[in-house]
């Protein structure tokens, strides 16, 4: 199956509301869990405005940096649910402002 | 028809994130991104790049998302968090961040009304892919590699369920890894 010819600037559209969305959950959700989530759909969206580019263009390149994303979002969110399990270990709490201090 | 399809999956991707960041449940939350997320799948596929689609449902929903999951199981979050949750909802702590991320919005979407017009379309296969992947992108696959290394490690040490005050110079039997 063919693309369908969808003009390059609505997706782009989409990817921005779509990291926008995930922009304003970082800023006011106060939970670690939800702060990793609106960290993924971030990346996520800026994978959708890379495979859109590679598509217009014909080139391959776009998804191969969505690949790269791809291994970024995994490696950051194994190493953020494990610091999710200890801040919920010493605190008892997901909440942000109770990890104000490194040494807690 | 297919466009069609375009802009019902972008609503679907669109009005399932907005639900997953203001949920006060964390595992209702979850669903919603995936939700989310198969969504963007199908945006992909219909974009013309079916490897980049397959590759969001395996790794994304699949595997980050079960991470999740178990995260979620393991803390075993209660009722009183949920309600800590539901208190801080009140608008005057959302409105300062949503309107001020509006702005970039509009301005975001102001620039990209002046692009050419220019259309999505070409189909771009796995084999296209992989041949970019390993050609010029090779190095880029190896520090790709690494950082997966180096986030094994960070995830096995920061995991690991470590004595609060005392050393710890007992049994290695308390250094478990849990991702």
Request: hydrophobic share 60%.
């Amino acid at each position: 199956m063919e693309g369908v010819v969808i003009p390059l600037n609505h997706v782009l559209i989409v990817a921005a509301l779509l990291f926008i969305t995930g922009l304003a959950g970082l800023m006011f959700r106060r939970n670690v869990i939800f702060i990793l989530m609106a960290l993924e759909v971030m990346l996520n969206s800026a994978g959708l405005a890379f495979v859109a580019a590679g598509t217009a263009w014909a080139e391959a390149d776009g998804q191969v940096i969505f690949m790269l994303i791809l291994a970024v979002a995994a490696a950051e969110v194994s190493v953020g649910l494990g610091l999710v399990l200890q801040i919920q270990r010493r605190f008892k709490t997901l909440d942000m402002d109770a990890a104000r201090r490194l040494q807690g | 028809m297919e466009l069609v399809l375009f802009y019902i999956s972008s609503a679907v991707a669109l009005f399932a994130t907005i639900f997953a960041l203001t949920r006060t449940n964390a595992a209702h939350a979850l669903i919603y991104l995936i939700v989310s997320l198969l969504a963007v799948a199908v945006i992909f596929f219909l974009l013309g790049a079916p490897f980049a689609a397959a590759l969001e449902i395996v790794i994304y929903a699949g595997a980050i998302m079960v991470l999740f999951v178990f995260v979620i199981m393991m803390l075993n979050l209660g009722e009183e968090g949920e309600e800590r949750e539901r208190q801080r909802m009140h608008p005057a702590v959302w409105i300062g961040p949503s309107l001020l991320s509006a702005i970039l919005l509009i301005e975001m979407i102001l620039m990209l009304s002046q692009l050419d017009d220019r259309h999505t379309g070409a189909l771009i296969t796995a084999k296209q892919v992989g041949l970019t992947l390993f050609g010029p992108y090779v190095l880029a696959v190896e520090i790709a590699s690494m950082l997966l290394l180096a986030g094994l490690v960070g995830a096995y040490h920061v995991g690991r369920r470590f004595r609060l005050s005392e050393p710890d110079n007992s049994s290695p039997s308390s250094t478990e890894g849990d991702s």
